[in-house]
T-cell receptor, first 113, second 112 residues
């Protein structure tokens, strides 16, 4: 998991603003994932990508967008359409599909001003 | 799709006692079951996993058991220590190209 980095560690969003969370991995993993975690709650899947230039919606994709232009990078944009974005955002990656272990990044905590 | 139920949601044990967390899954095709530990404000980290071709796996004080017939798997922590206090998540896979499905987590408190 040391090969996955997320930035920034804390992010503040103003009303109506889009913000982008960075996720980079140097593990040569094909699959990458974004999860949202609310206080005291579990992990909810936002988007995932099994391969470059392809991604699928998870359980709570509304108000979020992603891109996967490079194998190493899977940025998440929280749009103004996401009305309750305050949460802890975790990125993960795995070698291949769901048969393989997911390794998590350190997370980004998003707060609304 | 896969559904994973995790119990209990909170668990308090005295230091030195054992802790058991149980998960059930719905998809009989599932064959990979990892367990993650998440300390406060940190990332989830894999602590042990099991594949469906074995019934039990141990790593020092941690063990996982799998009952494919009943579709449940359990995490066992023996000789608990205060540093075992954390939230534990179980997960299971489903079809090979869909992400892991996570349980809602168990908050374990080890009381010294």
């Amino acid at each position: 998991d040391g090969g996955i980095t997320q930035s920034p560690k804390y992010l503040f969003r103003k009303e109506g603003q889009n913000v982008t969370l960075s996720c980079e991995q140097n593990l040569n993993h094909d699959a990458m994932y974004w999860y949202r975690q609310d206080p005291g709650q579990g992990l909810r899947l936002i988007y995932y990508s099994q391969i470059v230039n392809d991604f699928q919606k998870g359980d709570i994709a509304e108000g979020y967008s992603v891109s996967r232009e490079k194998k190493e990078s899977f940025p998440l944009t929280v749009t103004s359409a996401q009305k309750n974005p305050t949460a802890f955002y975790l990125c993960a990656s795995s070698i291949g599909g769901a048969q393989e272990t997911q390794y998590f990044g350190p997370g980004t905590r998003l707060l609304v001003l | 799709g896969e559904n994973v139920e995790q119990h209990p949601s909170t668990l308090s044990v005295q230091e030195g006692d054992s802790a058991v967390i149980k998960c059930t899954y719905s998809d009989s095709a599932s064959n990979y079951f990892p367990w993650y530990k998440q300390e406060l404000g940190k990332r989830p980290q894999l602590i042990i996993d099991i594949r469906s071709n074995v019934g039990e796996k141990k790593d020092q004080r941690i063990a996982v058991t799998l009952n494919k017939t009943a579709k449940h798997f359990s995490l066992h922590i023996t000789e608990t220590q205060p540093e075992d206090s954390a939230v534990y998540f179980c997960a299971a896979n489903s079809r090979s190209n869909t992400p892991l499905v996570f349980g809602k987590g168990t908050r374990l408190s080890v009381i010294a």
